[in-house]
Nanobody
Framework: QVQLVESGGGLVQAGGSLRLSCAAS????????MGWYRQAPGKQRELVAA???????NYAETVKGRFTISRDNAKNTVYLQMNSLKPEDTAVYYC?????????????????WGQGTQVTVSS
């Protein structure tokens, strides 16, 4: 089993900052790409930022220059530093990881999600 556990969400005023963390644990052989997604009420889940094992990053246009994704491969953890937050950033933020597990001598490639953490930005 693999678990992704997010932390760091909360309520913040516009212009403030939050740092989200997501730690992966369990039967992990290797973690490939990791990312953060968000889903606002009545909207589809969307990619916020992604990072490869080597550290290459990709951001949604709406967060470029304000959010920074990073990872600590030794800790199986991905972070999202969110600065200059806006009310439109309010959403549930989900961590995602493309994870290889070693099961009975075979590699199993799976897509895993955290339970989500609420970020609310007040105006």
């Amino acid at each position: 089993q693999v678990q992704l556990v997010e932390s760091g969400g909360g309520l913040v005023q516009a212009g403030g900052s939050l740092r989200l963390s997501c730690a992966a644990s369990g039967n992990i052989f290797k973690i490939n790409d990791m990312g953060w997604y968000r889903q606002a009420p009545g909207k589809q889940r969307e990619l916020v930022a992604a990072i490869t094992t080597g550290g290459n990053t990709n951001y949604a246009e709406t967060v470029k220059g304000r959010f920074t994704i990073s990872r600590d491969n030794a800790k199986n953890t991905v972070y999202l530093q969110m600065n200059s937050l806006k009310p439109e950033d309010t959403a549930v933020y989900y961590c995602n990881g493309r994870i290889l597990r070693l099961i009975l001598g075979r590699l199993d490639d799976g897509d895993y999600w955290g339970q989500g953490t609420q970020v609310t930005v007040s105006s």
